[in-house]
T-cell receptor, first 114, second 113 residues
């Protein structure tokens, strides 16, 4: 049973436009959410996180939105750059802020073309 | 600041054999977690170590075991390897406090034939 779902395996966006990556979860006990980016032959790199007490967190070009009632979060990248091309993983945790086990989605491959 | 390092980078083993994977934590981090990433999937939590004790375990059989050493480095041991154990094994370190995200190494690619 997949508790964290990324239903779009891939996304292609033109450079300079907005990239929107989506993530849905089923477990209402999750209260901390993270996005990781992964390049080939490298480990996942932390991008941005959000606690369930917030509905938005912004860091430069990256913004994460959380809709608790819909159990949905999204990552917005504006403007998208070719270097953003990577696989993006959504992850959730059941314990606020702690490094408890993270439940990852299956990832979305983002390609940003010129 | 030294990041998380894992060794070896690639490994080929035969079914039934045993394997040990190693991980050095990022400087200052006291918690180590191990994840298995199968092809086309997201990382799956195996277990976490804090102060040399197992501090949480995912849905993996006992033939997956680990150690954390006083310098916070860690080992993942897998006994009686099966073909389905072929995956990328990721080690991540953290500070085990609120708001501290996991920092991953580049992983060890294990192939079981």
């Amino acid at each position: 049973d997949q508790q964290v779902k990324q239903n779009s395996p891939s996304l292609s966006v033109q450079e300079g436009r907005i990239s929107i990556l989506n993530c849905d979860y089923t477990n209402s006990m999750f209260d901390y959410f993270l996005w990781y980016k992964k390049y080939p032959a490298e480990g996942p790199t932390f991008l941005i996180s959000i606690s369930s007490i917030k509905d938005k967190n912004e860091d430069g070009r990256f913004t994460v939105f959380l809709n608790k009632s819909a159990k949905h979060l999204s990552l917005h990248i504006v403007p998208s750059q070719p270097g953003d091309s990577a696989v993006y993983f959504c992850a959730a945790s059941g314990s606020t802020g702690n490094t408890d086990k993270l439940i990852f989605g299956t990832g979305t491959r983002l390609q940003v073309f010129p | 600041e030294t990041g998380v390092t894992q060794s070896p980078t690639h490994l080929i083993k035969t079914r039934g054999q045993q394997v040990t994977l190693r991980c050095s934590s990022q400087s200052g981090h006291n918690t180590v977690s191990w994840y298995q990433q199968a092809l086309g999937q997201g990382p799956q939590f195996i277990f976490q170590y804090y102060r040399e004790e197992e501090n949480g375990r995912g849905n993996f059989p006992p033939r997956f075991s680990g150690l954390q050493f006083p310098n916070y480095s860690s080992e993942l041991n897998v006994n009686a390897l099966e073909l389905d154990d072929s995956a990328l094994y990721l080690c991540a370190s953290s500070l085990n406090r609120a708001g501290s995200p996991l920092h991953f190494g580049n992983g060890t690619r294990l192939t079981v034939t």
